[in-house]
């Protein structure tokens, strides 16, 4: 007798807040970031047109998901400080959703900018200088294949590759 009146009680308990409407509302996902399964590898840094870090050096590549439905947003996991070599170096980042068979393309800095880009150093300016440190993609919502690739811009020739591994991760995008 003693645990069906408990039992009662906490049903009853339960119940109420449900009659009343307490507690009822529309549930939803808080923002998930995490890193891409690979990380972007770049190299062979040879000097002098080579970068602090070593020879071969990782950039890992956080994306977040659940700030809007169907959107992703890239950033570099770790910023980099500036480097007067980083003036013409990027990311690119290539999605795929794999439910719509949507694709696209975002470049991005990885690196911190001068705080006065008058300085001699920033002489010529260059297109990764005015990138952003993240951006957000419009992938749509469901399964999103990534790809993230290093580029350089020298004078006078069109954007390489630096890229020995591509980064790349797959996504659920709600």
Same mark, same amino acid.
């Given at each position: 007798?003693?645990?069906?009146?408990?039992?009662?009680?906490?049903?009853?308990?339960?119940?109420?807040?449900?009659?009343?409407?307490?507690?009822?509302?529309?549930?939803?996902?808080?923002?998930?970031?995490?890193?891409?399964?690979?990380?972007?590898?770049?190299?062979?840094?040879?000097?002098?047109?080579?970068?602090?870090?070593?020879?071969?050096?990782?950039?890992?590549?956080?994306?977040?998901v659940? %700030?809007?439905?169907?959107?992703?947003?890239?950033?570099?996991?770790a910023?980099?400080?500036?480097?007067?070599?980083?003036?013409?170096?990027?990311?690119?980042?290539?999605?795929?959703?794999?439910?719509?068979?949507?694709?696209?393309?975002? %470049?991005l800095?990885?690196?911190?900018?001068?705080?006065?880009?008058s300085?001699p150093?920033?002489?010529e300016?260059?297109?990764?200088?005015?990138?952003?440190?993240?951006?957000?993609a419009q992938t749509g919502?469901?399964?999103?294949?990534?790809?993230?690739?290093?580029?350089?811009?020298?004078?006078?020739?069109?954007?390489?590759?630096?890229?020995l591994?591509?980064?790349?991760?797959?996504?659920?995008v709600?």
């Amino acid at each position: 007798m003693r645990t069906s009146f408990r039992r009662g009680v906490v049903a009853l308990a339960l119940s109420v807040p449900l009659v009343l409407g307490v507690g009822a509302g529309t549930a939803t996902a808080a923002p998930t970031t995490s890193e891409l399964l690979v990380p972007l590898v770049t190299g062979p840094e040879f000097g002098p047109a080579g970068v602090p870090g070593g020879l071969v050096q990782t950039i890992p590549i956080e994306a977040t998901v659940g %700030d809007k439905p169907g959107e992703v947003r890239f950033a570099a996991a770790a910023i980099r400080p500036y480097y007067y070599q980083f003036n013409y170096r990027f990311l690119t980042v290539n999605w795929r959703n794999l439910d719509t068979g949507a694709v696209g393309a975002v %470049d991005l800095r990885h690196w911190e900018a001068l705080e006065n880009p008058s300085l001699p150093i920033n002489a010529e300016p260059r297109y990764p200088v005015n990138l952003p440190l993240e951006v957000t993609a419009q992938t749509g919502a469901g399964p999103v294949v990534v790809t993230v690739t290093h580029n350089r811009e020298q004078w006078q020739a069109p954007p390489a590759s630096n890229a020995l591994i591509p980064g790349l991760g797959v996504l659920f995008v709600p």
